[in-house]
């Protein structure tokens, strides 16, 4: 299958068929694989010729889940019956509304952010055909409040709604934000067909505006401590390296999360997962309580 997107400005077709027949080819890239996927485990392979449709498929339970929030949270409704069948267990969102917002411009990046993350969801859908997992049960209750007691945004038996008022919102969307970013970096190695990876790259880059925005804006409203306090509990639930950072400091802005050599850096599909089920050892919970669909479930 073939369809024609707009990439840089000029109708590009990308070859779908192409990328779900590619092979993993060289030791360099299958090497790359196993550290990207924490697949090289005694019992376990990776079928090298759905490696594509995995690795998209992982993103399309991401999409699912930053779509849910900011459709939910902008319009107080979320994805259509017509954008989440598929493969696997279909389950129920549990939780969200629409947030009021107090500041037209914060209102107006998030209803931007909203339907970027539908039209993602809508292109992974369209492109991975019959082979799409479905939507599965995503939690945007119970999770963010486990999240922030985590954090220490708040206190055991308190309650955090991400939907109760802008900063709320602002600070709900920076606990899952950055993991988009990093989780398309890490998994930009695994991709076999040129013109899928430039598409991941797309959907990469937006997200990483989008992380940019709410990032600025927690700088803006002084929020460092908060936003600081979000990025250690990520650190704790991805592995022993401390991989995330803040957004600075009164006297200094890091907006943009870097390494020495001003890289974004990347995450493993398990340390993806150990962030969205919010435990350590992948246990399945937080904004997944059942868990995602797919070949990396």
């Known amino acids: 299958m073939t369809e024609e ?3 840089d400005g ?5 070859d779908w068929n192409a990328g779900r027949r590619a092979f993993v080819r060289g030791c360099g890239l299958a090497a790359a694989g196993a550290v990207v996927l924490g697949a090289a485990r005694p019992g376990e392979a990776v079928a090298a010729e759905n490696i594509d449709l ?7 339970n991401l999409e699912y889940l930053e779509a849910e929030f900011y459709l939910r949270a902008t319009t107080g409704k979320g994805l259509s019956d017509s954008d989440i069948d598929g493969k696997g267990a279909q389950g129920p969102v549990v939780g969200g509304r629409k947030v009021n917002f107090d500041t037209k411009a914060i209102r107006l990046y998030a209803e931007e952010i909203a339907g970027d993350e539908k039209a993602h969801v809508q292109f992974l859908r369209a492109g991975l055909g019959d082979a799409r997992v479905a939507r599965p049960k995503i939690n945007l209750k119970a999770s963010f409040t486990a999240a922030a007691t985590a954090a220490g945004l708040i206190t055991a038996g308190q309650e955090f709604d991400a939907f109760a008022n802008e900063t709320n919102f602002l600070l709900a969307s920076y606990i899952f934000e950055d993991v988009g970013v990093t989780a398309y970096k890490g998994a930009a190695p695994l991709l076999t067909n040129k013109d899928l990876l430039e598409a991941a790259a797309g959907i990469l880059g937006v997200e990483a505006y989008h992380a940019g925005i709410i990032r600025t804006l927690l700088y803006s409203l002084g929020l460092f401590k908060e936003a600081r306090a979000i990025s250690d509990a990520r650190d704790s639930l991805d592995g022993a390296s401390d991989l995330d950072q803040g ?3 009164a006297k200094t802005a890091n907006l943009v999360p870097t ?11 398990p340390q993806v997962k150990n962030i969205v089920y919010l435990s350590p050892d992948g246990t399945k919970g937080g904004f997944y309580p059942n868990g995602i669909n797919g070949a990396f479930a």
């Open 5 to 7: 997107h707009r990439i």
């Open 10 to 14: 000029k109708d590009r077709a990308i």
């Open 54 to 60: 995995d690795v998209l498929n992982f993103a399309l």
């Open 247 to 249: 957004i600075g400091n």
């Open 259 to 269: 390494d020495a050599n001003g890289i974004a850096f990347s995450r493993s599909v």
